[in-house]
């Protein structure tokens, strides 16, 4: 079903996925393809959750610029993505499948352009990523610094809500106080100056608020009367700096989402969306800066992102401003949704069942798939990381294996110098190279030739880069070398004996 509303401008979208026998050396038999393509199916979540091989358990999600993010019902935190600084799992390098990040009793999670906040159980906030706007809330500014594992923001207790914009970060207290740091050249945190903040400070001329949101340069607040304040300019040339402004109309909302677009949507308590701008070289025609317009034919919304929204029959439903009409249109397969999120040009679904949906940009992993590529266009279920086990113990992998035309390939170092081996990358040749006792394999990136001790042997696998790290094929190695190498479906695991 599509919906054309007239109006001028399009509302773009951003916010808020081997087996048991040694081979012959070099080969992969044609059941262990099978099995490892397998591994990047879409199966049914249910049957797939009982197989172990779908992200489950989640309660709350988020989207970054370049990342995703999950809270487990057990309190444990997840990421996928990355690429600009760090998701949090004690790694600057992207992971293209959920990983766990180093801290507990999470309470929520939301992530922004290279840094990331961290409620937890005990209202305390934690942060991750980069801080070269203070947005780590450490007393620091640098823009070498990255926290790759959690630190906790100073100064801040009880909080029961937080917001990572594009570089600053915003905390809601129990009290309805709302407190923010980091980047403030677009008057975002709120004080009326230009001023970066490195520890928190209250934004002041606000009634009590229940809920925030951060965006790119502005903040939004939902008060506890059902109004809405917008702070910050989306237009720095016109050195423009608003505090905390009330938006027009007289509307009662209950939720609100700022995406890194400018552009807010909220909802009203009767269930209906409505769409502002907070820019003023591109306000939609025929409206005015912070002066909401309903998205007509959506109602029974109950879960909003920027761009998206979630009906109370659980559809998926997603609004854009395109050639002059606002359209409307229902994502098509999706059922039991119970939560949306969105971020730099990707969209991220949570089901009723704990499993969650994402789609769209792909480059540093988002889609949480396990495969590359620069988009993913269809919603797949995030996929759990393939586990890595040799000789019985698993393996910590911080940028766990993909899938590549039905192999599995690990990073150059990790998993390979576990083994045993010593690994390098031979720069003039371009070729990874592993040596194990008198065993010298060679894998040249360029011509895909692999020798071992100098014997060219037959194989389709060479080392790829992915983000500038160079992964190589895991069971080619590990064969090359005399180990047995086993792909274990119901766990989704490689195991390795040597």
Known sequence: MILHIQHGKRFRLAAAAVVAASVMIGAVSASAASAEKSAIASPSPSAAVQEGKVFNGVKQISGGDASAYAVKEDGTAWAWGGGYSSIGNGSTAPAYTPVQLQIDHVRTISGGYRHTLLLKEDGTVWAVGGNEHGQLGNGKQSPKEIAASPVQVAGLSDIIAVAAGDDHSLALRKDGTVWGWGGNE??????????????????????????????????LALGNGGEIWEWGSANAAERLVRKPTLLEGNGEYKAIALNYMHEGAAIRSDGTVWVWMNDENGVIPGTKLLSPVQVQGLSDIVSIAGGSGVKADGTIWQWKWDGGALVVSQVPGIQNAVAVAEGGGSTYVLLQDGTVLAWGWNAFGQSGQGVIGRNVWKPGLVLNSIGVFLNGTEVPMSSPPLIVEGSTYVPLRGIIEKMGLSVS?????????????DTKVVLNSVTGVTTVNGRMIESDQKPIFVNESIFVPLRLISESVGAAVEWDAGTRAVRIQQ
């Open 186 to 219: 677009q008057g975002q945190l709120g004080d009326g100056s230009r001023t970066n903040q490195t520890k928190p400070v209250q934004v002041k001329g606000l009634p009590a608020i229940v809920a925030i949101s951060a965006g790119r340069g502005d903040s």
């Open 425 to 437: 990358w031979d720069v003039k040749t371009r070729s990874a190279i592993a040596v194990y006792g």
